[in-house]
């Protein structure tokens, strides 16, 4: 099914893209229409937009809007095999990745764009209570536990289980615990002032919970209070310096104190796949596969890896961030490298040139760092808007963003507020 | 939390519907802004555009895009609450509904528009196997299963797997066994060809069978024929006269022929649901609640029954098919006799007007029968879906649902292909 195997080296060098994130798809399209044979593997069948995730959390997008078969966005590439398959190891003697129903897929060049999870710090059996917000599964998950919290509140004659169900408690202050506290905000507030007569305003609380003693630590000092202060301004409350130190069916046990809630969402630590562990080398920080500066995996032959799976460092030895521009820019390159390599010639070395830094905080409001400049507050947020929508996969996504985008910003309506039947873990 | 309870009964009348479907829904708006409480029991949030779910298990739509909250589409009416709960029962003597929270609603009227369910007759461990078509996780389980069937059948090395995988059994040959399989014959047709390199359209496969020896029974017979021999143009095979005897892992038994099949449907028989039960008295045929010409139900006092799972007749002494079209206009009538029946005066009785039925085929091709005219074909279809259009709940649903369809006509493709993790049947 494939162009190559191991007995009859064919002239078409095959490479073996692991993951189609921002990273490995970047890489695919770099690759479609070359001299190579590409084999694109995902345990999935889409790729996913995931900085509007939280937004399919939240009730105003719907998975199929920010996803898309991989098959559909790689079809045109005739040179491109895509499967479905988890990969269960990698022989890197014989140049073979192996798959979970016993294929053996032989590479010329393997890249591994896996990505990255949460990290649960040891306690995996917190994942259940308090899901990540990587897949559309676990966004379906977060929004079916908003919007019955909700509906069991309203049928509860008891006050404070009544406001223990109206709080959500976000753990981990980076963007995406940002932009979900954020969003459960306007969600809770909007929905309970107009859909339920026995709820109040009052008892919806949202509790964004970070260990360090900041949030958005990636972003410039005035940034960082900007949206501190607007968090605060609608009614989240930030818990700094707060350790999470237990994960129950009642909700979060904080520095001491219980938290009780309705749905509690987990956005702390990140790591790296347990893609080292394929190579039995020792990983870097998180887990990660340390890179050199044309991203070859340190000590394993032929194998490249990108994106937040790789520990790349930047000219000034610093690692670069687990940011889909750097996964995107990486897979560009080494697409381009590849080429150049199976050529016979030797290329560049890779080097991230940033594009901006944002993260969106509320109605009208988000952030942006250039590096030189910043933005924030309503023209950030119009600007977030345009490039999110700009980003997305094709027109006819960006159409119906944009649309269901008006209509909310017109009516504060959230569309797709559905409670899933049958929705397991 | 309502407005009336069984001791201090209050001046307004309060009125409990049961179910928010067609019928529900059009009797609660009815009587929104009148004089009566009114509570929605619904044991979902949302209400549902069946006419569409279809086109979700055939990933043409999310199901964002018919759904909307109840509490959202009730919004607006003050004296309307809606409570999300499953019935137990019912206390006729006292006048009160039971909830499965132990809640007791006492009412002054009651109003069961519970819909029907699918008739595995007697084989109910049939059901996992091939789900039917009523709600959102039924379309989203047909849909994953037709899209990993592709999966699976794309790795596969065995001839015979890969034809029984990219096999699709409808059973039953009604509008909506006609409109999946034709749907699901465009979506494997296309989708193989332009995204499964390993696979070939002539393994696909789609068998629409039905036990009588016509399908669409209840339109007039030139239109039968019409969509009969255009299914079998599009490469439907269809079994008349053909039993299902057994349904398996593998794929059903039809008249003593094993078929096998990577995805199986049920759309054959309806059964009303089991309200009946509630009050202790004999259901119809098909379980419906006898009601007379006013839709009260016969032998319990203030309870009224409406659309599928009532049994009314027409001034012919039929009974009434089970029909959006139906519920609806029962469920505004009833609202308006509701209010007229409160006020001391007597209302009319109910008459069904056919407001024309219609079934579509495939792409261009719908059938419509207005009972003294006909119509078929590509005008057909694009008044099926002009109707369709305006028929959904708000103008974003039709915006939404039009750019996908104008998106779907131009490129055949379909936009919502996601296959689901950790879906449960």
Redesign the interface.
Known sequence: ?IDSDSNNRPARPHIVIVGAGFGGLACARELGRSDCAVTVVDR???NLFQPLLYQVATAAL????I???I??TL?RYRNI?????EVTGVDAATHALLLN?G?RLPYDALVIATGSDYNYFGHDEWRALAPGLK???EA?LIRQRL?LAF?RA??SDDSLERRALLTTVVIGGGPTGVELAGAVRELGHHTIK?????LSVEDHRVLLVEAGNRILTAFPDHLQRYAHDYLQAIGVEIRLNARVEDVDRDGVTVNGETLRAGCVVWGAGVKASPAASWFGIAPGPGGRLPVDDRLRVHGVEDVYAIGDTALALDSKGRPLPALAQVAKQQGEYLGRALKLTFQGREPETFSFRNRGNTAVIGRNAAIFDFGRWTLKGRLAWFLWALVHVYLLINF??R??VT??WI?RYVTR?R???????????
Chains 1, 2 share one sequence.
Request: aromatic share 2%; net charge negative; no cysteine.
């Open positions: 099914m999935r069948n889409h719907s998975p199929a809007d996803a898309e078969p098959r559909k079809g095999h895509v499967v479905m398959a129903d294929e897949t559309i599964h379906r919007l509906e309203e049928r107009r859909d339920f007569r026995s006819e996504k159409l119906l649309i269901q209509s309506q569309g797709a507020r559905l409670i899933d039947e049958n929705l397991s873990p």
